[in-house]
């Protein structure tokens, strides 16, 4: 089946230090989307991304879908002490010529900022 | 305008006991997922519902667990004779169509 990898699984970084994540599909995705999840709390929807290439900016956070549709990142510029949270990727994959919301999450990255 | 609305927030059963988690989607709502997530780890497909069907439940485990959306009312996920590894984070998204992105704040379930 189809499988979603992240990495780095834990990210430590300095407040105003830059930080990514990776999300590897194996299979080609539909779309990507992008969630941020705080300890205790539920996945908050940041992104959706579907064109092959694609690049989106919001804020400080920049988010790319790589051209053959597998793979995407998140870039976090300048970190921030609010930024803490875990970072997931989600694909949604064609079933059968229509799609549906049957995401695949990859693991997540941890991210924890130091101040 | 509500989000999607999980109870109970926490959920303590003893093993052997059932438990049954609620999801109410956000209001034109049709379409509702149920994710389990275990501590550390991403949120796993369990199943898909619209109305009064249920349209892929291939993450659902074979036994004790089943869902339910009816005509009136919450979806339902219910887990009988629970078990220890039946502990996890539960959460439920809705959409207006097949794209889920708006996540309930889940139900945290405990098996002692």
């Known amino acids: 089946g189809q499988q979603v990898m992240q990495i780095p699984q834990y990210q430590h970084v300095q407040e105003g230090e830059d930080f990514t994540t990776y999300c590897n599909s194996s299979?080609?995705?539909?779309?990507i989307q992008w969630y941020k999840q705080r300890p205790g709390g539920h996945p908050v929807f940041l992104i959706q991304?579907?064109?092959?290439?694609e690049v989106k900016k919001q804020k400080r956070l920049t988010f790319q879908f790589g051209e053959a549709k597998k793979n995407s990142s998140l870039h976090i510029t300048a970190t921030q002490t609010t930024d803490v949270g875990t970072y997931f990727c989600?694909?949604?994959?064609?079933?059968?010529?229509?799609?549906?919301?049957?995401?695949?999450f990859g693991q997540g990255t941890i991210l924890t900022v130091h101040p | 305008n509500a989000g999607v609305m999980q109870n109970p927030r926490h959920l303590v059963r003893r093993r052997g006991q059932e438990a049954r988690l609620r999801c109410s989607p956000m209001?034109?709502?049709?379409?509702v997922y149920w994710y389990r997530q275990l501590p550390e780890e991403g949120l796993k497909f369990m199943v898909y519902l619209q109305k009064e069907n249920i349209i892929d439940e291939s993450g659902m485990p074979k036994e004790r667990f089943s869902a339910e959306f009816p005509k009136e009312g919450p979806s339902i996920l219910r887990i009988q004779q629970v078990v220890r590894g039946d502990s996890a984070a539960y959460f439920c998204?809705?959409?207006?169509?097949?794209?889920?992105?708006?996540f309930g704040p889940g139900t945290r379930l405990t098996v002692t």
């Open positions: 989600a694909g949604l994959a064609n079933a059968g010529g229509t799609s549906y919301g049957k995401l695949t």
């Open positions: 998204a809705s959409s207006p169509s097949g794209h889920p992105s708006n």
């Open positions: 209001k034109g709502h049709s379409h």
């Open positions: 991304l579907v064109k092959s290439g």
């Open positions: 299979t080609t995705l539909s779309n």
